[in-house]
């Protein structure tokens, strides 16, 4: 790969903000950290579509299955899955 470092980064923040989403669902986050990843999704798609699957998969919390999973786009379902395998780091 010749690749961008931007790309890289950018790519880095939504993994990082995809990971606080179930926090923003849950109205956990404090406004800092919700003004950030507010202000990120704003100017990225990618998160903004991720934001709206993880709307209707926490609507569909305690009966997710693998097929709900599978309907999902392919990068939301990364990201759902790093998420779920991410082990808590504090
Ligand atoms: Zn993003």
Excluded: K
């Excluded at 693998?66 to 779920?84: C, F, G, K, Q, S």
Aim: include cysteine.
């Amino acid at each position: 790969m010749s690749g961008e470092q931007h790309e890289e980064a950018t790519d880095q923040r939504c993994i990082e903000l995809v990971e606080l989403l179930t926090a923003y669902l849950d109205d956990a986050l404090t406004d800092d950290i919700r003004t950030q990843f507010e202000e990120h999704l704003e100017g990225c798609a990618g998160c903004q579509a991720a934001l709206a699957q993880w709307r209707t998969v926490a609507g569909l919390a305690g009966r997710l299955s693998a097929e709900d999973v599978a309907n999902l786009d392919p990068y939301v379902r990364d990201r759902l899955m790093a998420t779920l395998v991410i082990p808590r780091r504090r």
